[in-house]
């Protein structure tokens, strides 16, 4: 844990006009080096099983959930970085409108300057790492606070930047909300939030304080709606491997699905035939599985513990699962059927391996009960018919979509992912989120003539006359 002290002093470290320059006039070449220290870093055997440990320890990811969902979305998107980031770094030249005769105009790419990330514990190293590269590759120093609940990956977070950078360059703040709060007191000109919504309107309301540039990376309920058109046994056992990743501690995760009446009891055969051939493979029970994680601490399992007893309570049914060892933070894949609205694994973010299903008759009841809830950060559509596929889409709103698959609109750095308000504010990956850790600097400038001139007074009516005449072309 760092204190108040320390915390200014890396700050005004960070900050020093000199240094902000330094790293704003930083060369591609720089960039890239330091871009690359991290791909070396964690492509190393030796660090990749801290690493591995670490995240086994705080979540207990197999190792090779760590390879598929931490270490290659890192490395996949150092590899955008490395190809387009001298194109990125180009000044940006744009047409002029007619009155703007005898100037040229362009977009210089500057950086914001001192940048704080804030990022949570579900995917802490991936998440910790993807818009630090992006924040180095745009040219800024950077303040990292990651969380403070995985407290194995934190530590090695911090090992892996003192070991690559310099406190001016980047710095690792290690600590809870108390560290938070006094780092959202400084003026940083950009603060990049991932995390849960409550949190996101306090880190806004900091922002305000000092007007501080924001992104905001939030989670909520992302749906998934089966229209009955696609093959059960397929969308099943894709929705059983998203709502169990990581156990269901997915941003992106299908929280709650759709389904046509007539095709839940398929719908239920298949989701418990899935689990089982994931996670019961040898018919010792799903705990013994090492492929199956944990809920990361006991204030997580006891809400989603919580938000099962409630459900069951108010009349849900357990198809499926519903095993918990509390002592273990282990609860096994759950179904849930006969769910209401007045139920709290509707009102929230499950953010566990409890997957409630809800049936529906029209595709306009399902647009109705989107209507009620505030937009996902994806909403999901396993379809083969292309009207309702065009019909959910037409009439939803959310970060981004993924037809007929699951969880990959964050996998293409050539895409926007981010959320709408409740989910999220800003986009990230590839191009956007160096536009995002970046001053888009409007740049004119006169090449000949002084046409500005005519506009002096005392006025010229036909000068103005032929202003209008332009704008009409
Ligand atoms: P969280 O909001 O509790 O914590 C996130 C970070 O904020 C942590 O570093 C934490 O220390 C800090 N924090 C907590 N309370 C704070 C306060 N009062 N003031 C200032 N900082 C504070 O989120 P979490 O539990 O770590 O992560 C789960 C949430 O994150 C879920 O809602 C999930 O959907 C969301 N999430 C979103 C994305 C995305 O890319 N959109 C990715 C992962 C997780």
Same mark, same amino acid.
Request: with cysteine.
């Given at each position: 844990?760092?204190?108040?002290?320390?915390?200014?002093?890396?700050?005004?470290?960070?900050?020093?006009?000199?240094?902000?320059?330094?790293?704003?006039?930083?060369?591609?070449?720089?960039?890239?080096?330091?871009?690359?220290?991290?791909?070396?870093?964690?492509?190393?055997?030796?660090?990749?099983?801290?690493?591995?440990?670490?995240?086994?320890?705080?979540?207990?990811?197999?190792?090779?959930?760590?390879?598929?969902?931490?270490?290659?979305?890192?490395?996949?998107?150092?590899?955008?970085?490395? @190809? =387009? *980031?001298?194109?990125?770094?180009?000044?940006?030249?744009?047409? +002029? $409108?007619?009155?703007?005769? #005898? &100037?040229?105009?362009?977009?210089?790419?500057?950086?914001?300057?001192?940048?704080?990330?804030?990022?949570?514990?579900?995917?802490?190293?991936?998440?910790?790492?993807?818009?630090?590269?992006?924040?180095?590759?745009?040219?800024?120093?950077?303040?990292?606070?990651?969380?403070?609940?995985?407290?194995?990956?934190?530590?090695?977070?911090?090992?892996?930047?003192?070991?690559?950078?310099?406190?001016?360059?980047?710095?690792?703040?290690?600590?809870?909300?108390?560290?938070?709060?006094?780092?959202?007191?400084?003026?940083?000109?950009?603060?990049?939030?991932?995390?849960?919504?409550?949190?996101?309107?306090?880190?806004?309301?900091?922002?305000? @304080? =000092? *007007?501080?540039?924001?992104?905001?990376?939030?989670?909520?309920? +992302? $749906?998934?709606?089966?229209? #009955? &058109?696609?093959?059960?046994?397929?969308?099943?056992?894709?929705?059983?491997?998203?709502?169990?990743?990581?156990?269901?501690?997915?941003?992106?995760?299908?929280?709650?699905?759709?389904?046509?009446?007539?095709?839940?009891?398929?719908?239920?055969?298949?989701?418990?035939?899935?689990?089982?051939?994931?996670?019961?493979?040898?018919?010792?029970?799903?705990?013994?599985?090492?492929?199956?994680?944990?809920?990361?601490?006991?204030?997580?399992?006891?809400?989603?513990?919580?938000?099962?007893?409630?459900?069951?309570?108010?009349?849900?049914?357990?198809?499926?699962?519903?095993?918990?060892?509390?002592?273990?933070?282990?609860?096994?894949?759950?179904?849930?059927?006969?769910?209401?609205?007045?139920?709290?694994?509707?009102?929230?973010?499950?953010?566990?391996?409890?997957?409630?299903?809800?049936?529906?008759?029209?595709?306009?009841?399902?647009?109705?009960?989107?209507?009620?809830?505030?937009?996902?950060?994806?909403?999901?559509?396993?379809?083969?018919?292309?009207?309702?596929?065009?019909?959910?889409?037409?009439?939803?709103?959310?970060?981004?979509?993924?037809?007929?698959?699951?969880?990959?609109?964050?996998?293409?750095?050539?895409?926007?992912?981010?959320?709408?308000?409740?989910?999220?504010?800003?986009?990230?990956?590839?191009?956007?989120?160096?536009?995002?850790?970046?001053?888009?600097?409007?740049?004119?400038?006169?090449?000949?003539?002084?046409?500005?001139?005519?506009?002096?007074?005392?006025?010229?009516?036909?000068?103005?006359?032929?202003?209008?005449?332009?704008?009409?072309?």
């Amino acid at each position: 844990m760092t204190n108040k002290t320390e915390i200014k002093r890396i700050f005004n470290l960070q900050s020093k006009a000199s240094n902000v320059l330094s790293l704003r006039n930083s060369s591609y070449k720089e960039r890239v080096e330091k871009i690359k220290s991290i791909r070396t870093f964690i492509s190393n055997d030796a660090n990749h099983k801290k690493i591995a440990d670490a995240l086994y320890k705080d979540l207990k990811k197999s190792n090779e959930e760590v390879i598929s969902t931490e270490i290659t979305p890192t490395l996949l998107n150092i590899k955008q970085v490395l @190809k =387009n *980031l001298k194109q990125w770094m180009k000044d940006e030249h744009v047409p +002029s $409108p007619l009155t703007m005769v #005898g &100037t040229s105009s362009y977009i210089k790419y500057e950086s914001k300057g001192n940048i704080l990330l804030i990022s949570p514990w579900n995917y802490p190293i991936f998440l910790s790492l993807y818009p630090l590269i992006y924040a180095i590759a745009s040219g800024n120093s950077v303040i990292l606070k990651p969380s403070e609940i995985s407290t194995h990956s934190s530590k090695v977070i911090k090992n892996i930047i003192q070991t690559l950078f310099k406190e001016n360059e980047v710095a690792v703040i290690e600590g809870s909300v108390e560290e938070s709060t006094e780092l959202l007191k400084l003026p940083f000109n950009h603060i990049h939030f991932t995390g849960s919504p409550r949190v996101g309107k306090i880190v806004m309301e900091a922002a305000a @304080k =000092n *007007l501080s540039g924001i992104t905001l990376e939030l989670g909520g309920k +992302s $749906p998934v709606i089966v229209d #009955g &058109t696609g093959n059960i046994k397929n969308i099943a056992q894709k929705i059983a491997w998203a709502k169990t990743l990581n156990c269901g501690q997915t941003c992106i995760a299908p929280d709650f699905a759709l389904l046509k009446k007539e095709n839940l009891q398929d719908f239920i055969t298949h989701f418990k035939n899935s689990v089982a051939q994931f996670y019961n493979v040898s018919n010792q029970g799903i705990e013994k599985s090492s492929d199956y994680g944990r809920i990361v601490d006991d204030i997580n399992f006891k809400r989603i513990d919580a938000i099962l007893k409630d459900a069951v309570k108010k009349g849900a049914k357990i198809e499926t699962g519903g095993e918990i060892n509390s002592k273990e933070k282990f609860m096994s894949p759950t179904l849930l059927s006969n769910v209401s609205q007045d139920m709290l694994v509707m009102q929230e973010e499950i953010f566990g391996p409890i997957l409630p299903v809800i049936t529906f008759e029209n595709n306009s009841d399902v647009i109705e009960l989107f209507q009620k809830m505030p937009s996902p950060l994806a909403i999901y559509i396993m379809s083969s018919n292309k009207k309702n596929i065009k019909y959910f889409m037409d009439n939803t709103v959310s970060g981004g979509v993924c037809i007929n698959e699951l969880m990959l609109t964050v996998v293409n750095p050539n895409l926007p992912f981010g959320g709408v308000n409740n989910s999220g504010i800003g986009k990230s990956g590839g191009k956007h989120s160096f536009n995002d850790f970046s001053n888009e600097k409007g740049v004119v400038k006169k090449n000949f003539g002084n046409f500005l001139k005519l506009v002096y007074p005392p006025f010229k009516k036909s000068i103005f006359k032929y202003f209008k005449h332009i704008v009409k072309i």
